[in-house]
């Protein structure tokens, strides 16, 4: 490909993965250059006025995972918030050009899959039987579930269940130097 460059991008139409979306939802298009907090500012803004139930965050490519870091934010920042996710692919075309036409090659259009996320989020109640559905809380409950076990763990290690071989306590640093003897 060193030979050719890139032209013309063209992003091919796909249907909405997400149904029954209302033509007048708020669509947060994330790329991967968008700034998180202004992503937010204008986003929680919104969905903090009463008007506004639902928000849609779509990202493509690179920026999936930052799509899903403004969601997991939202949800923090505005609780109760039903969730409704779907991972798809977009299809897009690349025209490239041969950056020299005398030595005789053809153009090359170039279709690929890219990955992209769509997730919704709403005030109100949804489908509970739509496939990538999140109740309001679910984070939250699985964190207080793996924090209480990483809290059970120290507990342990505190209780001399590291296995260090002395009842707990441990001498000198580790490199070779005895404990000083203290004079009592």
Known sequence: M?????????ELPCPQPIANVPKDIIEMKVKESSKIRNLMGYAIAKMESDSTKE????????????TISCVEIMKRRIK??????????????????PIV?????????VKRNIPAIC???SKDDLP???????PPGSFDAFWVHS??????AQKKKRQGGAGTGRGGKQHGSGRGERPKKSRS
């Open 2 to 10: 060193e030979n050719y460059q890139k032209t013309k991008i063209t």
């Open 55 to 66: 928000i849609l965050f779509t990202g493509t490519g690179k920026a999936v995972s930052k």
């Open 80 to 97: 109760g918030l039903h969730q409704i996710t779907k991972l798809f692919y977009k299809q897009v075309e690349e025209l490239w050009e």
């Open 101 to 109: 036409s005398e030595a005789g090659l053809d153009s090359l259009t």
């Open 119 to 121: 997730i919704l989020l």
């Open 128 to 134: 509970t039987n739509e496939p990538g559905y999140q």
């Open 147 to 152: 924090l209480k076990e990483v809290a059970l």
